[in-house]
């Protein structure tokens, strides 16, 4: 497998268990900390998949999505969030993402989720 991930959170927890969990399933990770770092990782990285946390843009995560839908408008987005608001969830599928998880995350339906993403073969579900 050489698919690569770029994963944006700023939850220490949420991070470490989502690269835990994704370098187990074989998947290349890589973390930003900073939001020009994630922006910088799109321009100049091949990725995949982006990972994005809501919560990890110190002003509106909604407008972090549409300039990542911008940079990379074929790319996958997962983006999590603590937030259960039906209303901005609905806005966050309506700029292109992939899948809106609400956190805490269940292991089992991320698995899932990215093997469809990334369309990995049925042996990995």
Same mark, same amino acid.
């Given at each position: 497998?050489? !698919?690569?991930?770029?994963?944006?959170?700023?939850?220490?927890?949420c991070r470490s268990d989502l690269q835990a969990?994704?370098?187990?399933?074989?998947?290349?990770?890589?973390?930003?900390? !900073?939001?020009a770092d994630l922006l910088l990782e799109l321009l100049h990285g091949d990725f995949q998949l982006v990972i994005y946390d809501l919560e990890f843009c110190g002003s509106d995560g909604l407008k972090m999505v549409r300039i990542i839908r911008m940079i990379r408008p074929k790319v996958a987005i997962v983006v999590l969030s603590r937030n259960t608001d039906l209303e901005l969830g609905g806005k966050v599928l309506q700029e292109g993402?992939?899948?809106?998880?609400?956190k805490p995350i269940?292991?089992?339906?991320?698995?899932?989720v990215f093997c469809s993403v990334l369309q990995l073969p049925q042996s990995l579900r």
């Amino acid at each position: 497998m050489n !698919e690569k991930i770029l994963l944006a959170c700023r939850d220490d927890e949420c991070r470490s268990d989502l690269q835990a969990f994704l370098c187990r399933e074989g998947l290349s990770v890589h973390r930003v900390h !900073e939001d020009a770092d994630l922006l910088l990782e799109l321009l100049h990285g091949d990725f995949q998949l982006v990972i994005y946390d809501l919560e990890f843009c110190g002003s509106d995560g909604l407008k972090m999505v549409r300039i990542i839908r911008m940079i990379r408008p074929k790319v996958a987005i997962v983006v999590l969030s603590r937030n259960t608001d039906l209303e901005l969830g609905g806005k966050v599928l309506q700029e292109g993402v992939t899948h809106y998880c609400v956190k805490p995350i269940d292991q089992k339906m991320l698995k899932e989720v990215f093997c469809s993403v990334l369309q990995l073969p049925q042996s990995l579900r």
